[in-house]
């Protein structure tokens, strides 16, 4: 089983950590990207907030499949 990871403002992630998942901090659209492209291996689930999600989906540098399955938090 692979690890959970939370990706976005940390008003919205910081708390996941507590329940084992690793948190990267991302208040702009930069440093989602950056969190993104740093994500450590055996992570499988992404979960990401919305302004994240926009960020990467607005990002053509990135790859668009990935073998991380993600999931975007309700607004």
Known sequence: MGRVAALGERARVAGLALAGAVVLVAD???????????LPDGVDLVILTPAAAEALR???GLPAGSRRLTTVMPP
């Open 28 to 38: 702009d659209p930069e440093a989602v990207r950056r969190g993104w492209r740093s």
């Open 58 to 60: 607005q990002d053509p």
